[in-house]
């Protein structure tokens, strides 16, 4: 397992953007993958989108497709969340997730992530 360091985040209006940042603290090997879910109090972990690190292969959840981009560089284990045009709906804890083994088919299965950070929050207000 890695350590992971979310950054950004906070409060914005509905229609604005906001940008997350997610080191790992080490490197780590194999199917280098980095990703992003989100939760809310009422709702269990959602996938919003990953990314395979050497590949730069992206995968986006379709509430998101359109708005958030998801980026990241192999060299120093960190990834990228760029949220444009929020909707009061994306308001959650969105955490950075990573895993060195996961399976194409597993991608969005918040289960297959071995490591986790401690989430940042979001809020969009309308």
């Known amino acids: 397992q890695v350590q992971l360091v979310e950054s950004g985040g906070g409060l914005v209006q509905a229609g604005g953007s906001l940008s997350l940042t997610c080191r790992a603290t080490?490197?780590?090997?194999?199917?280098?993958?980095m990703a992003w879910f989100r939760q809310t109090p009422t709702m269990e972990r959602e996938f919003v989108a990953t990314i395979r690190l050497a590949s730069r292969q992206t995968y986006l959840a379709d509430s998101v497709k359109g708005r958030f981009t998801i980026s990241g560089t192999n060299a120093d284990n960190t990834i990228y969340l760029q949220m444009n045009n929020l909707k009061p709906e994306d308001t959650a804890r969105y955490y950075c997730a990573a895993s060195s083994t996961i399976i194409q088919s597993q991608l969005r299965n918040p289960l297959q992530y071995s490591s986790w950070g401690q989430g940042t929050q979001v809020t969009v207000s309308s």
């Open positions: 080490a490197d780590f090997q194999g199917r280098k993958t």
